[in-house]
């Protein structure tokens, strides 16, 4: 029997902490070699750290939230071999306590005693007093107090239909809370609307992982960055022709055209004469670093939050191209598997809400960036044309630029730019 | 004419409970009472009837020690009662209650108008009061009407034919009662009569006393009738009363097939109660019933919008605790809130000798269960409490029903001296859906009875210490 002491390995280039995101093991819990241990998250990517053992938990360090060194202690293990500490050492007593992140859940290093000692069992559960719902037998009554019954009387919620985890299936306050939470409830409170509850309770989320980091980023934009917005109406009539045509023609061999693509084309084209719009401001050195390349972040929403996924090099691909590419980062990035370099690096962004568009947001730009360019929504409108009133498809632009080291005289032109682009999409494809 | 949110007719515990709740709740709310209120619980049933047999049983342990005396107390003679005085005595607790709820009444800003209610439409009544006729008309009419003693076909009510009302009233102790009906109020009047001094003979139309309850839960109770030398004819009935010269006789013809003439000073029917559904204009209302009873829903809801029905009217069990609650849950139903009457179970109290309790399931309700049971109970023979009062030897015990599955407690039962005042640990335990592992790790303080309910659900587990 002896210990191994696990350290957050190095998970990615130039990371040098990780933040705690959600434990799959507890004190006292049996892993296998390769479980699952912990999910941590670095920038914006988030990582399950398998087990390199098997053995039996004896203590972690973090709860979701705390940020942990990389080469830090995560947890200890017993193991059941004498090649014990191959990796990180033996720890034989309270010197291998966690030297970082403060470690409420973990016990204050195990005592020296404990080391040749088989780790403690998990406290005995009575049989009686499963902590999981227990199935109700066929048509007995549901056991709850009568304030519980009550309040879910008043929330119109038939307590048949709540998992009680108390003894003998009974059903608390928690497992009615825990029911409304879990958004069951509504079918059955819709279905009997004789009164409408009032509701008392707040939920408290605690701001961690990826929703802490677009907090803080967020707060920095706005903080450091004087946001200067420009929104401006396109007809993008021919544009969307140009669009359903390419889509009809090629039907489904090819992938199917969004505006996007042809945002990121205008771009391509237009970022030359504007160095100044595709830069990064290292506003603490006082340099800004205006680039050649143009790497378009898209802004795409995920179960998680926002992040933004980056088309490397669009100068280098054509409109096919872009639209393939952005197409396979944004299923990548929802469905979590986007890798760090996929995620970051970006020079300029483009956010769009598709058809919730509206008619003109005021994007937050994506810091060290000095600009972002946002797309609304496509309506047909009556416009004037040739003193004609037609109808036109019309979409408007709404873009944020760092007015720091963009001057509003240029931010306008280069929106300009991008208006002529789109309105005579031809122009998007002649060199 | 008044026009008012809330008319609730009928003053006893469904009905001043449902005034002051409405009250509370800032609606204004008039109570139509004919007599005083407190209605039969306050005034003519549970408080008098509790009066009288404690003052029957302090009398009782008196006579107990005349000559050699019990317990080392001993009487030089026997004691002697008043029945005038005690009767004053339990007019002074009425008295005292029925103020009180006058006073909560007004304090929860109820108008009270006193008189008989007639109602001409569902939502309109008239009161002949003492100062002329009202009209009452209200958007919500809760009735709390009660119900009165049930007689029996030839034995009207009047002469040496009482009820349990008058009963409570007699101005002196009756040297011959016969009591027709082995029912809890029968047998609770029938056995204070007793232990004041009258020749009692209960007669019971069926083969067992106490029908509601199951035999093992009687037989102390029978056991304490036939030692204190009550007759009981069971299996029997009276087919009539016959009077001569001023005195009566009963005329019971026995399970045998037998008549006997059974001489009485009086005859007290306790056959039951009838819902008051008569005299009162409830036929004008169109509201349903339900066999003798207005028919409800789990909200007390007539048939008729916001006609609202509350105890006795409403059916079994005629208990004041359950008329109670059903008149705090229709007022705030009026207020606003979202209530439903679903009580787990509904206490009942027999207080005879030795007192009986039982909330919940019994072990013959297994079927309804649908499960197998663990029944165990635990006798007062064992428990120190109850010996020190003298009251370990009457065949009392506390008895606990379970699933056998999963420990839940269906059902208590008890009976015993003072079991009355457990029942409300038992009904806590069922309502709170405790296992017989949440009673037997519950510190129960020594030395009280409620040690018994403590190692009865020990038993259950198989651990009990003191058997």
Same mark, same amino acid.
């Given at each position: 029997m002896g210990r191994f002491v696990f350290k957050l390995p190095d998970v990615g280039e130039g990371i040098a902490e990780a933040e705690v995101v959600?434990?799959? %093991?507890?004190?006292g819990s049996t892993v296998g070699e390769d479980d699952p241990l912990v999910d941590v998250m670095t920038d914006k990517a988030t990582v399950e750290i398998p087990s390199p053992r098997a053995g039996r938990v004896v203590a972690i360090t973090g709860s979701p939230g705390d940020k942990i060194r990389v080469g830090a202690e995560l947890l200890v293990l017993d193991i059941?071999?004498?090649?014990?500490?191959?990796?990180?050492a033996v720890s034989t007593g309270p010197a291998a306590a966690p030297p970082a992140a403060p470690a409420p859940k973990a016990p204050d290093g195990p005592p020296p005693a404990a080391a040749k000692a088989p780790a403690p069992e998990p406290p005995a559960r009575k049989e009686t007093e499963p902590s999981v719902a227990v199935p109700r037998p066929n048509g007995a009554k549901p056991s709850a107090s009568p304030a519980v019954r009550r309040r879910a009387h008043e929330l119109g919620i038939a307590l048949q239909f709540i998992p009680g985890t108390g003894p003998a299936g009974r059903i608390g306050h928690a497992d009615l809370d825990a029911y409304i939470a879990s958004g069951r409830s509504a079918a059955v409170a819709t279905a009997r609307p004789a009164r409408r509850a009032r509701l008392d309770n707040i939920e408290e989320i605690k701001i961690i992982g990826l929703r802490r980091r677009i907090a803080e980023r967020m707060q920095e934009s706005k903080r450091r960055i004087p946001h200067y917005s420009y929104v401006e109406e396109l007809d993008v009539t021919a544009l969307e022709e140009l669009r359903a045509h390419l889509n009809a023609r090629h039907g489904t061999e090819r992938l199917r055209l969004t505006l996007l693509p042809f945002l990121s084309r205008a771009l391509v084209c237009a970022v030359p004469r504007f160095p100044q719009v595709n830069a990064l401001f290292d506003d603490e050195a006082g340099i800004v670093r205006r680039h050649a390349a143009l790497h378009i972040g898209i802004a795409t929403q995920t179960s998680q939050g926002l992040m933004v996924p980056v088309v490397r090099h669009a100068e280098t691909l054509d409109l096919w191209e872009l639209a393939s590419e952005i197409s396979r980062l944004a299923a990548a990035t929802r469905d979590g598997k986007a890798v760090r370099d996929e995620l970051s690096g970006s020079t300029l962004t483009i956010t769009s809400l598709g058809p919730? /568009? /509206?008619? %003109?947001t005021t994007p937050v730009i994506n810091r060290p960036e000095v600009a972002i360019i946002g797309v609304n929504r496509i309506v047909e409108r009556p416009v004037v044309r040739g003193g004609q009133i037609v109808i036109r498809k019309m979409m408007n632009l709404s873009s944020s630029f760092d007015h720091r080291v963009v001057d509003g005289w240029d931010a306008a032109q280069f929106v300009q730019a991008l208006k002529g682009l789109l309105e005579q999409p031809a122009t998007l494809f002649v060199e | 004419m008044i026009r008012t949110k809330v008319l609730v007719v009928g003053g006893g515990p469904g009905g001043y409970v449902a005034a002051i709740r409405a009250g509370q709740l800032g609606l204004e709310t008039v109570l139509v009472e004919a007599d005083r209120l407190g209605g039969t619980c306050l005034v003519r049933g549970c408080i008098p009837s509790k009066a009288l047999i404690h003052a029957a049983g302090k009398f009782d342990d008196m006579r107990g020690c005349v000559g050699d005396g019990t317990i080392g107390i001993a009487l030089r003679e026997a004691p002697t009662i008043d029945l005038n005085r005690t009767v004053l005595w339990k007019e002074g607790i009425v008295d005292r209650l029925t103020g009180g709820v006058g006073v909560l009444l007004r304090k929860a800003k109820v108008r009270v108008i006193e008189g008989w209610a007639t109602f001409c439409d569902a939502k309109t009544c008239t009161v002949r009061t003492r100062e002329g006729v009202e009209v009452i008309r209200a958007e919500h009419v809760i009735l709390a009407n009660g119900s009165t003693p049930a007689s029996l076909p030839g034995l009207a009510f009047g002469g040496p034919v009482i009820s349990s009302t008058e009963a409570l009233m007699l101005a002196r102790v009756p040297d011959r009662l016969v009591v027709v009906g082995a029912g809890y109020i029968g047998l609770e009047l029938g056995t204070a009569f007793r232990k004041l001094g009258s020749e009692v003979t209960v007669v019971e139309a069926r083969e067992r006393i106490l029908p509601n309850w199951d035999e093992p839960l009687t037989n102390p109770v029978r056991r304490w009738l036939e030692r204190a030398g009550v007759m009981l004819h069971l #299996? =029997? =009935?009276?087919?009539m009363v016959e009077l001569s010269e001023g005195a009566a006789a009963a005329r019971v013809r026995t399970r045998d097939g037998v008549t006997v003439s059974l001489a009485a000073d009086q005859v007290l029917v306790t056959v039951g109660r009838r819902p008051l559904t008569n005299g009162w204009g409830m036929e004008a209302m169109a509201i349903d019933m339900a066999g003798p009873f207005v028919r409800i829903d789990d909200r007390c809801r007539t048939s008729m919008r916001d006609v609202w029905a509350i105890g006795d009217l409403v059916g079994e069990p005629m208990l004041a605790h359950k008329a109670s609650a059903q008149g705090e849950m229709v007022a705030e139903l009026i207020g606003g809130a979202r209530r439903r009457f679903d009580p787990m179970a509904i206490p009942a109290v027999c207080f005879t000798d030795p007192e009986i309790v039982s909330v919940g399931l #019994?072990?013959?309700d297994a079927g309804s269960a649908g499960t197998d049971l663990i029944v165990s109970q635990f006798p007062f023979a064992a428990n120190g409490r109850a010996l020190s009062m003298a009251a370990g030897d009457d065949g009392g015990f506390v008895r606990v029903v379970a699933r056998a599955d999963d420990h839940r407690v269906l059902g208590i039962q008890a009976v015993g001296t003072h079991v009355s005042e457990l029942v409300g640990e038992f009904t806590l335990a069922i309502e709170m859906g405790a296992l017989l592992e949440d009673v037997a790790g519950t510190i129960h303080a020594h030395p009280t009875l409620t040690e018994a309910f403590h190692e009865a659900s020990m038993r259950g587990l198989g651990r009990a210490i003191h058997i």
């Open positions: 959600g434990w799959h %093991v507890a004190v059941d071999s004498d090649e014990a500490s191959q990796d990180g919730f /568009g /509206g008619i %003109v | #299996g =029997a =009935a009276v087919e #019994g072990p013959e």
